[in-house]
């Protein structure tokens, strides 16, 4: 874990893009896209249909590995409004022993218009004065913590362009990466991502690298 401050609070950054706030004892994910692969295959695009245990495999693991007792899912939790329905038993066993575990919550997106299995589903909540919703609020001035765009910071090194997740942070907002197994990205510093996290002084992506935290600055208000 890469620990780290925001809001006054203490964060840690977990490998595979989760987050983690131990005063709450709560692991925050967001876009787990359960039942990616199971919507494309019924338009005829076969892919490997084990996305769902995937991601709710290293959910298990990075539960285990902090003891959260809470979990915060921040929105497009499955891809489709059927998508709770097409779960296999497996993975729907998988899924009904975490939200049995914990104090699971489904914050609703953009791709949720179905019922949810287990847990409690909101819109949006407010948790020791931090806003968790699924899409960030332009203008928001109260912290606020959120998914939607699978963030990604691309370097380029030695001629190679090299991509990876990551959290992009102002003063006010953190937005993370997608969780789910099957998920693209959009580049951290494209327009619309400076757009959801205004106001700010400056906008960075936050990479965990080898234990330490690093940051790359994305966007820097004008003097």
């Given at each position: 874990?890469?620990?780290?401050?925001?809001?006054?609070?203490?964060?840690?950054?977990?490998?595979?893009?989760?987050?983690?706030?131990?005063?709450?004892?709560?692991?925050?994910?967001?876009?787990?896209?359960?039942?990616?692969?199971?919507?494309?295959?019924?338009?005829?695009?076969?892919?490997?249909?084990?996305?769902?245990?995937?991601?709710?495999?290293?959910?298990?693991?990075?539960?285990?590995?902090?003891?959260?007792?809470?979990?915060?899912?921040?929105?497009?939790?499955?891809?489709?409004?059927?998508?709770?329905?097409?779960?296999?038993?497996?993975?729907?066993?998988?899924?009904?022993?975490?939200?049995?575990?914990?104090?699971?919550?489904?914050?609703?997106?953009?791709?949720?218009?179905?019922?949810?299995?287990?847990?409690?589903?909101?819109?949006?909540?407010?948790?020791?004065?931090?806003?968790l919703r699924h899409e960030a609020l332009a203008g928001e001035r109260r912290p606020?913590?959120?998914?939607?765009y699978h963030p990604q910071f691309k370097l380029v090194t030695r001629g190679r362009a090299?991509?990876?997740?990551?959290?992009?942070?102002?003063?006010?907002?953190?937005?993370?990466?997608?969780?789910?197994?099957?998920?693209?990205?959009?580049?951290?510093?494209?327009?619309?991502?400076?757009?959801?996290?205004?106001?700010?002084?400056?906008?960075?992506?936050?990479?965990?690298?080898?234990?330490?935290?690093?940051?790359?600055?994305?966007?820097?208000?004008?003097?």
């Open positions: 874990m890469v620990p780290f401050s925001f809001a006054g609070e203490e964060m840690a950054l977990l490998p595979g893009n989760a987050l983690y706030w131990p005063r709450e004892s709560a692991l925050l994910v967001a876009d787990l896209h359960l039942e990616k692969a199971s919507f494309y295959a019924r338009f005829g695009q076969l892919l490997p249909p084990y996305d769902s245990r995937e991601t709710l495999a290293r959910v298990a693991a990075a539960i285990r590995v902090t003891g959260a007792r809470r979990v915060f899912c921040l929105g497009d939790n499955f891809h489709d409004a059927d998508g709770a329905a097409r779960l296999e038993p497996h993975a729907a066993g998988m899924l009904d022993a975490l939200t049995c575990a914990t104090d699971w919550v489904w914050v609703a997106g953009n791709h949720d218009r179905g019922q949810v299995p287990g847990g409690t589903a909101l819109d949006e909540l407010e948790v020791a004065g931090l806003i606020e913590l959120s998914g939607h090299i991509r990876r997740p990551c959290t992009v942070a102002s003063e006010r907002k953190l937005i993370l990466p997608a969780f789910g197994a099957l998920t693209g990205g959009m580049d951290a510093a494209d327009p619309a991502i400076i757009a959801a996290m205004q106001p700010a002084r400056a906008v960075d992506a936050l990479l965990g690298v080898q234990g330490k935290l690093v940051q790359y600055p994305l966007w820097r208000a004008a003097a």
